[in-house]
C-alpha cells in the first residue's frame, strides 16, 4: 500500500493507551485464506464499511468485509464517539453558494438522517452504546464568535447568552452557545462491534488481519487480493477514510487528506470535582474554533477532551501533540488541571478537497464505490455513506443529495499535499484569536 504518512502512523503507537479498549473486548474474526467469490466484497471494517455489510446483507447479498487491522483498530475504534450533525465543513452558506439552494437544504437534511439512522441501529438490533445527551451544544470562545451563533441560531435549538451557561452546568470561559438537538454521545467501539454483529446474524463474512493488495477490474468483475488470498466480486466498496491507500484503487489517489486529532480521558470526577469546576451537564459540547476542541462529560464521570492539530506522526512528535492537548485542557478547565489523565491517543480523520464527504461510484469502473471524508464527523456520516453504497451495489438510488454524491477533486502536490496543511493550520489559528 502507498499512504501519505510514515509507517509509525500505521503502527500501535498512536493509539496506545484508547479508552475504549478498556470497555469492550474486541471480538476475533478469522483472517481471509484462500479463494472465493461473493457479490460485494468490501475494503474497511470501520462504521462505513459495516454499515454498507449490515445493509447488503439483509437485503440477500453475499457480503465479505476485510480489515487490514483488527477490528476496532482505525477510526471508527478510537473517535471522541460524537453521533451529531456533520460531515462537511462548508457552512450552510458556502454550501448554498456553491450547490444552491435546494442542495444545500437537501444536504442538511442527510446530516439529521444521518444520526436518526445510528438511532435507529442501535434501537433495532439492541446494542447498548452507553448513549448520552440530548443534542450537541457548540459554544462560543470569543464574543465574536457569539455573535455569529446568535445570527445564525435556529429556532429548533436553544441559544445560550453568557449569563445562562452556569445554571446550564456549563463552564469553561466560553462567551455564550447554541444547542442543537440533534446528536448524542455513545460509546463508538461499543457501537461499531454491535454493528459488526448485527451483520454477522445476516450472513456477512468479516476478516481480520486481511489487508487488501490490489482490486483488478476483469471480465466477470473484480478480483480482490488479500495478503493470503483472493476474492472475485461483482462490486467492490472502498471504505478506508483516513486510512486509505494511494493505489487501492489508484482512483483514490490525491482525492482524501489525513489530518490528526487527539483525545485524552481522565479518571472518574467526584461530584465535588465537577461543582469545582462548574461543569456538571452531560451535554457534549464544542467550541467554536476552526481547530476546535471536543468534550463531554461520559455516563461513569470521566471527561474526555479532544482536539484537531497535529500535522506531524512520530513517536516525538506523538509526544508533542499529547502534552499541547493536556495543556489546553489544564487552560480550559482550570480545577481540573491536576485530576489524572489516565487514557491519551491519536487517530486520522479525512478530509475532502471539497470540504464535503462523499459517497458514490468510482469514474470509469462500474460496479467500484468508496466512501470517505467524513471531517471528523463519521459516527453518524459514515453509517450514512455506508448505506448509501450498499444501495448503490445493489442497484438502487443512493438518494444522496448533491454536494455527497459529486465525486471529489484532487489535492495538488499528490504524494507532498501534506505540505499544503501547516500554512492552512496557520491560517485557521489566527481566524480563531
Known sequence: MKRLY?????????RDGCWWDDTIGRPVWPVHQGDQRVDVAIVGGGFTGLSAALHLARAGSSVAVFEAETPGWGASGRNGGFCCLGGSKLSHKAMTRRYGVVAAQHYAQAEADAVHLVADILATHQ???????????QLAHTPRAMEKLRRDADTSGILHEPGDLPGSGF???????YTNPVGFGLNPRKYLFGLAQAAQSHGAQLFQNSAVQGIIHG??????????????AANVLVCTNGYSSEDVPPWMAG???????????????????????????DQMSYDTRNLLHYFRLMPDRRFLFGMRGGLRSSSGAEVAIRRKVHKDFARMFPAWADVDVTHMWSGMVCLSRDLVP?????????????????HGNGVAMGTYCGRALARLALGKDAELPEPIARAPGRFPLGLWRRVLMPPAYAVMGLWDL
Open 6 to 14: 510514515p509507517h509509525y502512523t500505521y503502527g500501535p503507537g498512536p
Open 127 to 137: 446494542i447498548d452504546a452507553d448513549v448520552h445527551s440530548k443534542g450537541e451544544t
Open 171 to 177: 463552564s469553561g470561559g466560553f462567551h455564550g452557545g
Open 219 to 232: 471480465q466477470s468483475g473484480y478480483a480482490v487480493q488479500t495478503v493470503s488470498g483472493r476474492v472475485t
Open 255 to 281: 482525492r482524501y487528506m489525513p489530518a490528526q486529532s487527539t483525545v485524552l480521558v481522565t479518571r472518574p470526577l467526584s461530584q465535588a470535582e465537577l461543582l469545582a469546576q462548574g461543569w456538571t451537564t
Open 358 to 374: 462523499f459517497a458514490g461510484p468510482v469514474a470509469g469502473r462500474a460496479g467500484l464505490y468508496a466512501g470517505f471524508a467524513y
